[in-house]
């Protein structure tokens, strides 16, 4: 996969490591500056730091690349996350609560090290190499076990002043008020209760079998997809009319399920708001979390530039 960036010679090349941690896999990719992806790996996940660092190392063997020609090393975790501090705040699915990511993983490797919530990772990787390139202003919206968002507004990730902008999760419609549906850390929120694949699950079937269903005319699944559409739309169509994004992605591991309903989604979308919005899946799949993380390491160790309308010379390499 060729980019329009200028190749810095074989002894000048460097990497970026790229790890998204998930609640059930873990994916490393490891990726030059042109957004060449010369290595992945999918892994059961851990949450000990002995484990993931073992699995880097053998990666980095198995890719033939020294250490030292890797710039720096990116992490995607789920849930929130100081980049900043380089800090995991909590992230119940690994019991890490209050984690000095960036000093516990530097004890492993000396490089550069940094740490992100993995939806704003999927945001990076979408701007970097997926279906947001050039743009300074989208949503990305992550339908998995759970369900999170990021927000790149004005060419910028969002974070928040507790790095909890884009917790869709916690999204309350008006029949959670009436029910006197409430929201809390630790438990799903409303909105994730409607549209994340453990809601889906609680009818008996796996969320992609349902959507099969509902593509063969099943009048139970017909019933049940049209309720997800329905409601998703409604916090799609309030995310456009609060933030006002060139572009919506969809992604995730229910996301893969969604191109039989997608148009459908875009309809209900711009009946519910005027301002108009391109709804689209994710073009890069399960790995969007991972190649971000790989732009979040080149891009804070100034070996990338951020790509975006307003940079012409964006992801042009700049080395040292």
Same mark, same amino acid.
């Not at 799609?236 to 995730?252: E, F, H, R, T, Y």
């Given at each position: ?165 884009? $917790? ?5 419609? @008006?029949?959670?008020?009436? !029910?006197?549906? *409430?929201? /809390? %850390?630790?438990?799903? &929120? ?89 709804? $689209? ?5 399960? @790995?969007?979390?991972?190649? !971000?993380?790989? *732009?979040? /390491? %080149?891009?804070?160790? &100034? ?18």
């Amino acid at each position: 996969m060729k980019r329009n960036v200028t190749q810095p010679s074989q002894a000048e090349q460097l990497y970026s490591v790229g790890v998204d941690i998930g609640g059930t896999k873990i994916m490393i990719l490891i990726a030059n500056q042109a957004g060449d992806i010369l290595y992945r790996k999918k892994v059961n996940t851990s949450g000990e730091f002995d484990v993931i660092s073992g699995h880097i190392t053998e990666c980095l063997r198995a890719a033939a690349i020294p250490l030292d020609q890797v710039a720096a090393m990116g992490f995607g975790v789920p849930g929130i996350a100081n980049s900043e501090e380089g800090t995991v705040i909590e992230a119940p699915a690994l019991q890490w609560n209050h984690v000095p990511f960036r000093e516990r993983m530097q004890r492993y490797f000396d490089k550069p090290i940094f740490v992100d919530n993995d939806v704003n990772c999927a945001a990076l990787g979408e701007r970097w190499l997926g279906s947001a390139q050039n743009l300074n202003d989208f949503v990305v919206v992550a339908i998995g076990t759970g369900v999170g968002s990021a927000i790149i507004s004005n060419g910028s990730l969002v974070k928040g002043s507790n790095h909890m902008a884009g $917790e869709v999760a916690y999204l309350v419609l @008006e029949q959670d008020v009436l !029910g006197n549906g *409430a929201n /809390a %850390f630790g438990d799903f &929120g409303q909105f994730e209760k409607k549209i994340s694949g453990v809601a889906l699950s609680q009818y008996g079937t796996l969320p992609h079998e349902l959507f099969e269903q509902y593509a063969r005319g099943d009048e139970k699944a017909i019933s049940i997809i049209q309720q997800f559409v329905s409601d998703l739309s409604i916090g799609i169509a309030n995310m456009v009319s609060l933030l006002n994004p060139q572009k919506v992605i969809l992604c995730g591991g229910v996301s893969q399920s969604l191109s039989s309903v997608l148009e459908l989604i875009r309809e209900t979308v711009s009946n519910l708001t005027p301002i108009p919005t391109t709804i $689209e899946l994710t073009s890069i799949g399960e @790995e969007a979390g991972a190649i !971000g993380a790989v *732009a979040l /390491a %080149f891009e804070k160790a &100034g070996v990338i530039k951020r790509r975006g309308i307003n940079n012409e010379n964006a992801y042009r390499t700049q080395l040292p």
